[in-house]
């Protein structure tokens, strides 16, 4: 047997008995080697778990909310993935993401991963939906995805969630007119963070009067740092959880997930072509580099 074959069938059996070295490795091979990983998923059984996407603005306390939740989570076990915000924008809060969550990282119940985003545009990583169905397989109860809300992963994160919720701060001036039609449209629930500035009441208004008339979307105030609301937001993500599962749209949620899966599987396999495709001896690359260096030269010469 090959050597690749006997690791996949460790890392098999490793997911069927619970083994968190075997997720973290079946989690690297996601990123790394997805078709790998696929197929070693295709043989397991997968647990539905409530897969929550959580997004908003740089700094709106998206990855504190998480680590209250993981405060309150009695004995649920739950899967993080945190789409490493390879951006500028967040570059440097990234760190103190990490020390604040890998406080629950030995926690036998929770396994936090980041992902790097390098989807097209500012997308997710296609490995994210390979991600979840990894944690689906470990038999999370939840699986919490922390996405920036800054180009198109918020967009992208509606596809893989059954739940989206949008996290807004009265610290960053008039969010609300900074809310983009495609924010207000994914979200399922809105978390009105740092109740304890009190300008988060003047938020929570023009929240109301913007969200009013609009689809039944509701809003949450949490205090991130003490907790304060987290329950309640809790409980209700549970009972939504619920009703979804009943009434038929998490069985819809989940077709479109498995649609975006499969075409982020399909838009993979052309960059990959395209990446490796040769004309007359020379990759892409090369013939992209002559090229930039050619219009430089004639820039040169027309200055
Ligand atoms: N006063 C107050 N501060 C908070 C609250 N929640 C978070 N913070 C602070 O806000 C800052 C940013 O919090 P993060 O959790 O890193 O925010 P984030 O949304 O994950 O940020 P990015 O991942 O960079 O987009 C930190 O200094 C937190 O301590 C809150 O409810 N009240
Ligand atoms: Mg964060």
């Not at 023009?206 to 969200?211: D, G, K, P």
């Amino acid at each position: 047997m090959s050597n690749t074959r006997v690791r996949e069938d460790e890392i098999l059996e490793g997911m069927k008995s619970h083994d968190r070295r075997s997720l973290a490795k079946m989690l690297s091979l996601c990123e790394k080697a997805p078709d790998m990983a696929n197929e070693i998923l295709d043989k397991l059984s997968k647990k539905t778990s409530h897969v929550i996407g959580i997004t908003g603005s740089p700094g709106v306390g998206k990855s504190t909310l998480i680590s209250t939740i993981l405060d309150k989570m009695n004995g649920k076990k739950i899967g993080i993935v945190v789409v490493d915000p390879s951006s500028p924008f967040t570059g440097g809060a990234l760190l103190g993401d990490r020390v604040r969550m890998q406080s629950h990282a030995t926690d036998k119940n929770f396994f936090i991963r980041s992902f790097a985003n390098k989807g097209a545009l500012g997308g997710l990583s296609p490995s994210i939906y390979e991600a979840c169905d990894a944690f689906e397989a470990f038999g999370m109860d939840d699986v919490i995805i922390e996405t920036v809300g800054v180009g198109q992963s918020e967009v992208d994160v509606a596809n893989i969630a059954d739940t989206v919720v949008v996290v807004l701060s009265p610290d960053n001036g008039d969010e609300v007119q900074m809310l983009k039609a495609g924010l207000m449209e994914i979200a399922d629930l809105f978390v009105i963070n740092k109740s304890d500035n009190p300008r988060s009441q003047i938020l929570l208004s023009r929240l109301r009067a913007v969200t009013s008339g609009n689809k039944e979307v509701p809003i949450y105030l949490t205090n991130a740092v003490t907790g304060e609301g987290v329950e309640r937001l809790l409980d209700d993500l549970d009972d939504r959880f619920f009703q979804i599962s009943s009434n038929g749209i998490l069985v819809q949620k989940r077709k479109k997930r498995l649609l975006h899966h499969a075409q982020s599987i399909v838009r993979r396999e052309i960059d990959h072509l395209i990446q490796n495709l040769e004309i007359n001896g020379r990759n892409l690359k090369e013939i992209r580099n002559q090229l930039i260096e050619e219009l430089c030269k004639k820039d040169d010469q027309n200055n």
